[in-house]
């Protein structure tokens, strides 16, 4: 059973440029969640979606940042015109049903480097 | 709101030795709290997690933590510290809407032989 699948690993984009991010949950689960890692620092959540709804983006930057969880394919986070600050490792977690004692299964990570 | 600290960012010991790794939290409501470990350059994996069933929680490779609500702590422990164990643990609690995890922002964990 294939765990959260993350891509790309490793992404380099330069100032002023687009970056996507694709997740795709374990199989099953239809629940996934966002979250930044800054160097330093824990986790910090940006975006809860279920198929097609964004449910929590209370942790989203409210520009240049946006999520979606179509009803086929992974869930993207892109963030437009990216800047500096928006190098860190990126993971997302998807789980099978939505409550507070669900395990949040992690993906590895996309590494993104704003030059 | 909830919330969790982690005491201590750097933990070293020797191999053999016991693993105490601290975490307190603080909530208005009960707490779901869970520990997660990170190996280098990898995702998060799930070590144990408390949800009201039991106070002392059992998770994987010979980890436990016990839930002390008057301390409002929940700390991480192992009897004997392997090499394999080098790597950054997370404690985190769950929001009361259950919609995300809050996470503490880690502990290092170093093993010497």
């Known amino acids: 059973n294939a765990g959260v699948m993350q891509n790309p690993r490793h992404l380099v984009r330069r100032r002023g440029q687009e970056a996507r991010l694709r997740c795709s949950p374990m199989?099953?689960?239809?629940?996934v969640y966002w979250y930044r890692q800054l160097p330093e620092e824990g986790l910090k959540f940006m975006v809860y979606?279920?198929?097609?709804?964004?449910?929590?983006e209370s942790g989203m930057p409210k520009e240049r940042f946006s999520a979606e969880f179509p009803k086929e394919g992974p869930s993207i986070l892109r963030i437009q015109q990216v800047v500096r600050g928006d190098s860190a490792a990126y993971f997302c977690?998807?789980?099978?049903?939505?409550?507070?004692?669900?395990?949040?299964?992690f993906g590895p990570g996309t590494r993104l480097t704003v030059l | 709101a909830q919330s969790v600290t982690q005491l201590g960012s750097h933990v070293s010991v020797s191999e053999g030795a016991l693993v105490l790794l601290r975490c307190n939290y603080s909530?208005?409501?009960?707490?779901?709290l869970f520990w997660y470990v990170q190996y280098p350059n990898q995702g998060l994996q799930l070590l144990l997690k408390?949800?009201?069933?039991?106070?002392l929680v059992k998770g994987i490779n010979g980890f436990e933590a016990e839930f002390k609500k008057s301390e409002t702590s929940f700390h991480l422990t192992k009897p004997s510290a392997h090499m394999s164990d080098a790597a950054e643990y997370f404690c985190?609690?769950?929001?009361?809407?259950?919609?995300?995890?809050?996470f503490g922002k880690g502990t290092t964990l170093s093993v010497s032989s």
């Open positions: 977690a998807s789980s099978q049903d939505q409550s507070v004692t669900d395990t949040q299964y």
């Open positions: 909530s208005s409501v009960p707490p779901y």
């Open positions: 199989k099953g689960h239809s629940h």
């Open positions: 408390y949800t009201s069933a039991a106070t």
């Open positions: 985190a609690v769950s929001n009361q809407a259950g919609t995300a995890l809050i």
């Open positions: 979606l279920q198929k097609e709804n964004i449910i929590d």
